[in-house]
Structure formats: structure tokens, C-alpha cells
């Protein structure tokens, strides 16, 4: 019974039938309260998670997400029901905390990561086509990496409690979420009373949302980077149509909702420059492509026991730290008196991204094997 | 004479690239050795759009796969 049901979610349609349902669940929580085009943004929600916790004080974006919560417990809970859970660790885990920091800066720079890319345009934000195409462009730079050999080593098994690591501090978000202690005045959380941080959907339905696409997640190995990678690398369009899936989905819903709002400049929280949208993916995208998955895809797997993907989730969050801090993030488009101000990024910002560049270009070049490891 | 292509450890796209290569030089059978479903799944799907024929065998926590033409 349980392979056949493996074999259901690793068919066409079990891909589909997620990337769908992930696309309605994103626009039906944007129905609910949360922020317009965002639906699910796992850098977004990660970033929330980081100015809650204090690690920066970008006061409108400080938020304990339970959609992230859910996907990690929801892809644990998957992973054990039918045995997948394997501890392990030790492929080069600090070459991937440096991965995640600068895939949240070019996230950031974009103000999305591929997740939101993909809800931004079903949106009507055609801001996101930019983004896509810099995303792609990222991906590819990653594929010609692997191409010539490029990889982060093997990982070994471990301690089951390692695995169980990410999953424990997902439940201790969870616990800080619903208690809301009070330690010293004001901490030791924050949430936002205004702005994006303050717009959520009812505790109970985003971690519902959260578990479910957790747990088909894990099942199915939907993974929005893998998506374009698999094309780019072998014409395979299995991840692909599960992404395509998630835009018409949320597409189709936000019409029936009537939250779709086509444009190019003004859209919520947004920029329209184009240069920094493209380049900010672009660094994101490499940098997920060096790393082996989307924002989503690592949290996933760190719900089944891969602690070096839960490195690079604390590396996403730090990199929200530093962004945010050091003034490196994106800044919306905005109206001021009746005039549009078109947003962008800071010269720190800029410099940011092209320093992200710059060290995934050296961490792509200087970790290739000539031979490949195991071929005999 | 039979290629042995170890991706244990290898985590998402590794242990398809290496399988692949291994199909692309012709020598059958390739026994593919990976450690987590979601490798034997990936694997599985690229040699049959390649045209093979693929047999898992469970080995402790392990998958064998033997790929043929």
C-alpha cells in the first residue's frame, strides 16, 4: 500500500496535484490575511521569523510564520510514516550556511525567492518575469557547475538526534508563538504592527496550509529550483510542471478572489527596478542551484534529517539578519503624493549582490572534481 | 562487465548525473548504489526516459539498482 502511494506522489500527476494545491493554499491564505502576492514566500517567511527573534529591527517585518513551522513538521511527519527519516550531515556545511546567506541577499534584493516569484506573477506583478528569467539565469550558471563537476562531498549518517534538530527548534517557535512570553520589556519577540509582518492568515489555517504542503512536499520532492534545473540539465520536465501547476493554481484562485491585479509598477510589496530584480535572483538562484534546492526544498529536507540542509536554512535566516541591518534589502515601490517612487536597493545592497556573486563564482569553480567520486 | 556507480551520500541532482554518465559510456549493467528514496526515485525515472530497464533491490538502508538496456 505505502509504495503504491509512493509511487502515486512520485507520478506526473502527484507532482501536479501539489504544485496545484500549493497555489490555491497560497492565494486562499492571501484571502485570509496574508500579504498581497506573497501567499507563501519562504525567504519572506524566514525573514519575519528572523526580525521576531530580534536578529534585526526592520520593525514591519517581524512575524513567527507557522507556514514554515508546518513544512518542516509536516515533511517530519511524512518522512517517518513511511520511513524516510535518515540523519545526516557533514557535506560541507559551512560552504552551505555561506549558500544561504547569500541566497536570502539576492532574495531579499528581489523581495521574493522563488516561491514568491511564482505567486507574484499569478498575481498580475509582472515584476516577477524579470525575476524568473534572473533566476533561470542563476540555475543555469549552477548547471554548468555540476556540468564540470562541481559538488559539495557526501554526507554521512548520523545521530538520529541531529536530524531531530531543525524539526525541535520548528517546535520551539511554535511554543514561542503561542505562549508569547515576556522575558524583559519588549522581547524576547517582536511582532510587527504594521506592514507585511502584521498581515497574517488565522494561526490554526497557516499552519494547517504549512503541515499539509509539508507533508505532500516531502512526498513528491517538490522543489522550484530543481524545476528549471532538471530542464536545463536533462530536458526533464517532471519538477516543472508541479511549478507550473502552483501558478495556475494560484492564478485561477486569486481570479476567483478577485486578487489578481495586473501591472508592472506600484505592485505590493514590490520593486520595478530591473536591473536588481534580475541580478537578485540571479544570485539566489546560483546560490540554490550550488546548494541542491529551493528555499522550500531545504526546509523539507530537513524535516526528514538532513542537517546540512538545516544549515542552510540558519543561513537564510542570518542572511535576513545582515540584510536587514546593513541595509541591503529591496525598498517597495511607493505613491508619494499622488507620484510613484520607484524603489530598488541601496549602493550596499548592490554591492551585496555582486559580492554574492563573486563568492559563489569561487565556490562553483573551486569545488569541482575531476573524476567524479564513486564512478569505477 | 558491470559499472558500479556509488552515490551513497550524494544528496539531489549528484547520484542522477553520475548515473547518467555511466549510461551514457555503454557498459551494462550499471548497478547504481544510493541511500534515500528520493535518490532512487530520480535515478529511476531519468534511466527509463533513457530507455532502460531498472530493478531495485533493498539492501539494509541502502538501494541497489541494476540499470540494463
Known amino acids: 500500500m505505502k509504495e503504491k502511494i ?27 490575511g496574508n500579504p498581497k502576492n506573497m501567499g507563501i514566500c519562504v525567504a519572506c517567511f524566514e525573514r519575519d521569523i528572523a526580525g521576531a527573534l530580534g536578529l534585526h529591527r526592520a520593525n514591519v517585518v517581524q512575524y513567527i510564520r507557522p507556514e514554515i513551522i508546518g513544512f518542516v513538521l509536516g515533511s517530519l511527519a511524512a518522512a517517518l510514516i513511511f520511513r524516510e527519516f535518515k540523519a545526516r550531515d557533514g557535506s560541507a556545511p559551512l560552504v552551505r550556511f555561506i549558500l544561504g546567506v547569500f541566497a536570502m541577499i539576492g532574495a531579499l534584493a528581489f523581495l521574493g525567492c522563488p516561491w514568491r516569484a511564482s505567486f507574484r506573477l499569478a498575481g498580475g506583478d509582472f515584476t516577477a518575469i524579470p525575476g524568473l528569467l534572473g533566476l533561470a539565469g542563476g540555475i543555469a550558471i549552477g548547471v554548468a557547475f555540476l556540468k564540470s563537476g562541481y559538488n559539495l562531498g557526501r554526507s554521512s549518517r548520523t545521530y538520529p538526534v541531529v536530524g531531530a534538530i531543525l524539526p525541535a527548534l520548528m517546535v520551539g517557535l511554535l511554543l514561542l508563538l503561542v505562549v508569547k512570553p515576556v522575558f524583559s520589556e519588549g522581547g524576547p519577540i517582536f511582532f510587527s504592527e504594521s506592514g507585511p509582518g502584521s498581515m497574517h492568515a488565522p494561526l490554526l489555517i497557516s499552519l494547517g496550509a504549512g503541515l499539509l504542503i509539508g507533508f505532500l ?20 520536465f517532471h ?24 501591472g508592472y509598477t506600484g505592485q505590493p510589496v514590490a520593486h520595478s527596478n530591473l536591473l536588481w530584480n534580475i541580478l537578485g535572483m540571479l544570485l539566489a538562484g546560483l546560490a540554490y542551484a550550488l546548494a541542491g534546492g529551493c528555499p522550500g526544498r531545504q526546509l523539507f529536507l530537513s524535516g526528514e534529517g538532513d542537517a546540512d540542509s538545516a544549515i542552510f536554512v540558519l543561513g537564510m535566516i542570518s542572511g535576513a539578519a545582515f540584510s536587514h541591518n546593513f541595509g541591503l534589502a529591496g525598498k517597495p515601490d511607493s505613491v508619494v503624493d499622488g507620484v510613484l517612487q520607484v524603489g530598488g536597493i541601496s549602493q550596499n545592497g548592490m554591492i551585496a549582490v555582486l559580492l554574492g556573486i563573486a563568492v559563489c563564482l569561487v565556490i562553483g569553480f573551486s569545488m569541482r572534481e575531476k573524476d567524479e567520486k564513486g564512478a569505477e | 562487465m558491470t559499472t558500479t556507480v556509488d552515490a551513497r551520500g550524494f544528496s539531489c541532482p549528484q547520484p542522477v548525473i553520475m548515473a547518467r554518465k555511466a549510461i551514457s559510456e555503454g557498459k551494462y549493467p550499471v548497478e547504481v548504489l544510493v541511500d534515500t528514496v528520493t535518490s532512487r526515485e530520480n535515478v529511476r525515472r531519468m534511466a527509463q526516459m533513457q530507455g532502460c530497464k531498472v530493478e531495485i533491490l533493498t539492501q539494509g538502508d541502502d538501494f541497489k539498482m541494476v540499470i540494463t538496456r
Open chain 1, 217 to 236: 512536499a516531502q512526498r513528491t520532492r517538490f522543489c522550484t529550483m530543481g524545476a528549471v534545473r532538471d530542464v536545463i540539465l536533462m530536458k526533464d
Open chain 1, 239 to 262: 519538477l516543472l510542471s508541479g511549478l507550473g501547476a502552483l501558478i495556475i493554481g494560484a492564478f485561477l484562485t486569486n481570479l476567483a478572489f478577485g486578487q489578481f491585479n495586473p
Open chain 1, 6 to 32: 509512493t509511487g502515486f506522489f512520485a507520478s506526473r500527476w502527484g507532482i501536479i496535484l501539489t504544485g496545484g494545491l500549493i497555489g490555491f493554499l497560497g492565494a486562499y491564505l492571501q484571502k485570509n
